[in-house]
């Protein structure tokens, strides 16, 4: 007997999950298929929804329809059902500078645009702008994402108010002394659990090159105690690491090893300047780290370097997509990030058997979950996981017709085919229209914002780049 549901999708294809590629997938023999990767896809099927989990799976016509008279339905014929999509590294409310730093290198993106507009930030700014990314975010398939800014317990209210899932990390440079720790390790340990279990929370230092070594271990300590991980910029790029070498005779990796950062736990966000000396440094942590990769960033700012996905592929390290804030990456798009990053990856490589589809799907769904610490809730269609569904409208012609479900998942769909979103059981976007946020509104009044934001007269900035 099929237990009754509150909400069902019906008649969807449905991919329930991905699964990992075999260490050194591209020298396997071409059809071993089921090595290089792959995805769960059943036509035809029902997911049934009970108290925001998944309750079962079934084929169409093996649902009871005693079990879903009570619930409410979603006709899903012709679209997919994917796990929802995660985003691993964000500044949600950074939406407020899009376009207002293009065409620039990236210290002068940092010291002369950036840091300088952060100083103009007021509560009512990041509540604004982390609204309308999370807007976006919704509109993009995305369920949850992890943020590292300001104002922290403001973003929260935002996640909460809109039904979204988040990992949220209070950002801080050790040039505010003690107290911006302290306000980091408040907020992970007052909001850890908080909209009903949907925010989890990470302590938020910034960077190597902003918080120095007894900070970052006072961090570390404080992570174990509370028992979150931490979220911090780390080898964004193959320059920082060999500044960092020059400097320090440590690369970047090196000293979140020496501090206990990584042991602590931690998403690494970028890591593009990870060398093959780290490996060594990052393997015995692989089951509480993660590396959260944001091509389309790298690539805008003429970086050396992206994040070497085979190096740390091979290493049995989880990577994950994620977009960083609106104003380096222009969108918050984890379908455009995913899809670039397997572009480059065949590209340099100069294996087109390398990065398959399934693999790229795999990075955006199920290994984001393991960046997250969530694989046991989210990442996955599965009976007794989170209920965060994404469905996709495949009747569009540019998904038509469809030979390999993943291909055309990983490389044809984007962000505009998303019709319906779902996350903790709780319907937020219907027909491509959100249902908890007022977008309109939230723009309106961040444009009467935007010349005292954009001011830099000022002469100051929150921070320094120097790394």
């Known amino acids: ?74 006709d899903a014929a012709g679209q997919v059902a994917i ?56 509109l993009s398939g995305v369920t949850a994402f992890a943020d590292h ?13 809109a039904g979204i899932r988040a990992l949220l990390a209070s950002t801080f440079f050790s040039s ?40 970052l271990r006072r961090t570390a300590q404080d992570a174990e105690r509370l028992g979150v991980r931490i979220h911090i910029h780390a080898a964004e790029n193959l320059t920082q690491t060999a500044s960092s070498l020059g400097r320090r005779g440590r690369s970047p990796i090196g000293i979140l090893h020496d501090t206990g950062i990584l042991e602590a736990g931690a998403i690494i966000a970028h890591g593009a300047g990870i060398v093959p000396e780290d490996v060594a440094l990052l393997q015995p942590y692989a ?11 790298y690539l805008l700012h003429a970086q050396e370097g992206t994040t070497p996905l085979r190096l740390l592929h091979d290493a049995g390290i989880s990577v994950g997509i994620g977009t960083d804030g609106a104003a380096g990456s222009i969108t918050l798009d984890v379908l455009e990030n995913m899809r670039l990053l397997g572009m480059i990856e065949k590209y340099t490589s100069k294996d087109a058997t390398w990065a398959t589809s399934a693999h790229l799907l795999d990075l955006a769904t199920r290994q984001n979950a393991e ?14 996981l989170r209920a965060d569904i994404v469905l996709l409208d495949f009747h569009s012609p540019h998904l038509q017709p469809v030979h390999d479900l993943a291909h055309s998942l990983a490389l044809s769909a984007h ?34 914002r935007l010349p005292a934001l954009t001011d830099r007269s000022h002469g100051r900035r929150v921070q320094d780049y120097a790394p």
């Open 1 to 74: 007997m099929t237990d009754p549901v509150d909400l069902v999708v019906r008649h969807a294809r449905v991919v329930t999950e991905t699964r990992r590629p075999a260490v050194g997938y591209p020298d396997l023999p071409r059809e071993d298929t089921a090595a290089r990767g792959g995805i769960e896809e059943f036509s035809g099927h029902s997911i049934g929804v009970r108290d925001g989990a998944i309750a079962w799976i079934l084929p169409d016509d093996e649902v009871d329809p005693t079990a879903i008279a009570d619930a409410a339905v979603i």
């Open 83 to 138: 796990p929802g999509l995660l985003n691993s590294h964000t500044h949600t409310p950074m939406v407020m500078f899009r376009g207002a730093a293009s065409d620039v290198p990236t210290d002068e993106w940092f010291n002369q645009h950036v840091w300088p507009m952060e100083v103009n930030l007021t509560d009512r700014d990041i509540r604004l702008g982390a609204r309308i990314a999370i807007g976006e975010l919704l």
């Open 149 to 161: 800014y300001f104002g922290m317990d403001t973003i929260a209210e935002e996640v909460e108010a």
């Open 176 to 215: 505010e002394g003690a107290a911006g720790r302290e306000r980091s390790v408040a907020f992970a340990r007052d909001a850890n659990g908080a909209a009903g279990g949907r925010i989890t929370t990470a302590l938020g230092p910034h960077a190597p090159y902003t918080v120095d070594d007894d900070d």
């Open 287 to 297: 089951d509480r780290i993660g590396v959260a990769s944001c091509t389309k960033t």
């Open 371 to 384: 960046v997250f610490g969530l694989a046991d809730r989210v990442g996955a269609l599965r009976p007794g």
């Open 415 to 448: 962000q505009g085919d998303v019709s319906t979103v779902i996350v903790d059981g709780r319907v937020v976007v219907r027909d491509r229209q959100l249902l908890t946020i007022d977008i309109d509104a939230a723009v309106d009044e961040l444009s009467e």
